[in-house]
């Protein structure tokens, strides 16, 4: 699916392509009863048909939260908040970032995840998911 996604970016002539593709991370203990990270996956195909690097392990999920799934609104954008921290600010330094995810519903997780990054200097945001909600 990334690659596909990437491969429809390309053609968008005025599009200022990222300088690296970050994934959502997922709790390591959610990944590890998971499996996998289907945003990674996104990520991983994404990068790849952009020939950008992935960057995997810089943007962490600092605790576990319970399924977003139930929650309304409001209570998404708290159970997000100050969630995710990045391991290395130099990483993204100066970058274009594009945050990935797999499906956007309100837009908590991605916010909370370009709240972090927005801390670094320099730094400037994108982000794309699979699917949305409305």
């Known amino acids: 699916m990334g690659e596909l996604y990437g491969a429809e970016l390309k053609k ?3 599009l200022q392509l990222p300088d ?5 991370p997922l709790h390591p203990r959610k990944q590890n009863k998971r ?3 289907q945003s990674e996956y996104f990520a991983t195909g994404l990068a790849k048909a952009l020939s950008i690097p992935v960057s995997c392990d810089t943007l962490k999920r600092g605790s576990f939260t319970a399924s977003q799934t139930k929650k309304s609104r409001f ?6 908040k100050e969630v995710f921290f990045i391991d290395d600010e130099r990483a993204f330094a100066n970058k274009h970032v594009l945050i990935v995810d797999d499906i956007i519903t309100t837009g908590a997780t991605i916010e909370a995840c370009a709240n972090a990054i927005q801390q670094i200097p320099g730094v400037s945001i994108s982000i794309a998911g699979i699917a949305f909600t409305s």
């Open 12 to 14: 968008v002539t005025d």
């Open 20 to 24: 690296v593709v970050v994934p959502v």
């Open 35 to 37: 499996g996998y990270n």
């Open 75 to 80: 209570s998404r954008y708290e159970n997000m």
